[in-house]
C-alpha cells in the first residue's frame, strides 16, 4: 500500500515497471495497517469517483486496516497474502516482549497518513498522500505502539521522542546515538549495583 516506495525527486523508472516489480515482494506486506494499532474507521486509501471533467464527485471505495484485504485483492498483491495473514497474527496479538523496553523515534514530520487515488483507473499506479504526523515515513499512530506497554508492572519502560528526525535518518543521528549509549551505560550500571 505504498506509492512506488520515497523517490527523493527522482523519475529514473517508469512507475508501471516499477510496480511490476515491487508486487512480486512479500515485503509490502508490512506496510498494511494493523487493526491492532490503527482505527478500524480510519482510511489508509481512498478511491475517488471523478465526471467526465476530472472533478471528484465522491468517494467510491475507501479501504481501512479492517478491511485491508480488499485493498491488497485490489492491487493484484497475491505474492503477499500468505505473509500478510501470517504477519497479521503477530501484529494482532502485540504482547510485551517479557523484558525492559526503551522506545525510540522520531516525530513532527509531514508524513503520509492516507493514500488518495482520484479515481480508480489510477489505482494503484498515481497516488496523492494526505498528509499527517509522523517520522517523514511511519505515521505517529503506528510509532507510539510501544506504549502499549508503559504501565507494565514487571518490566521497566522508557521512551524518547526526537523532534524531526526522519525516520532512515534515526540510526545515523549524533543525538539519537549518544541517547541510546547514556541509556545502554546507566542499565549497565544498574546491573552492576546489583550483583
Not at 63 to 88: M, Q
Not at 112 to 130: G, H, R, T, V
Request: hydrophobic share 40%; charged share 30%; net charge negative.
Amino acid at each position: 500500500m505504498i506509492k512506488i516506495g520515497e523517490d527523493w525527486g527522482t523519475k529514473f523508472f517508469d512507475a508501471k515497471f516499477m510496480w511490476k516489480m515491487l508486487k512480486t515482494y512479500s515485503s509490502l506486506a508490512y506496510f498494511a495497517p494493523s487493526e491492532n494499532l490503527w482505527p478500524a474507521d480510519q482510511p489508509f486509501i481512498e478511491i475517488s469517483k471523478s465526471s467526465l471533467l476530472g472533478i471528484i464527485s465522491s468517494v467510491e471505495a475507501v479501504f481501512t486496516a479492517k478491511n485491508k484485504s480488499k485493498a491488497i485483492a485490489k492491487a493484484d498483491l497475491k505474492v503477499i497474502e500468505k505473509k500478510f495473514n501470517v504477519l497479521e497474527k503477530v501484529r494482532n496479538n502485540l504482547d510485551h516482549p517479557g523484558v525492559d523496553v526503551y522506545c525510540v523515534y522520531g516525530e513532527g514530520l509531514e508524513t503520509p497518513a492516507k493514500i488518495l487515488y482520484a479515481n480508480d483507473k489510477d489505482f494503484p499506479m498515481e497516488a496523492e498522500y494526505e498528509m499527517g504526523e509522523g517520522d517523514g515515513t511511519v505515521p505517529k499512530i503506528s510509532l507510539e505502539a510501544c506504549k502499549r506497554w508503559e504501565k507494565w508492572k514487571d518490566h521497566k519502560f522508557g521512551q524518547k521522542i526526537f523532534q524531526d528526525i526522519i525516520h532512515y535518518g534515526m540510526v545515523f543521528h549524533g543525538e539519537v546515538i549518544s541517547d541510546l549509549l547514556l541509556y545502554v551505560s546507566k542499565v549497565s550500571d544498574e546491573e552492576k549495583k546489583k550483583n
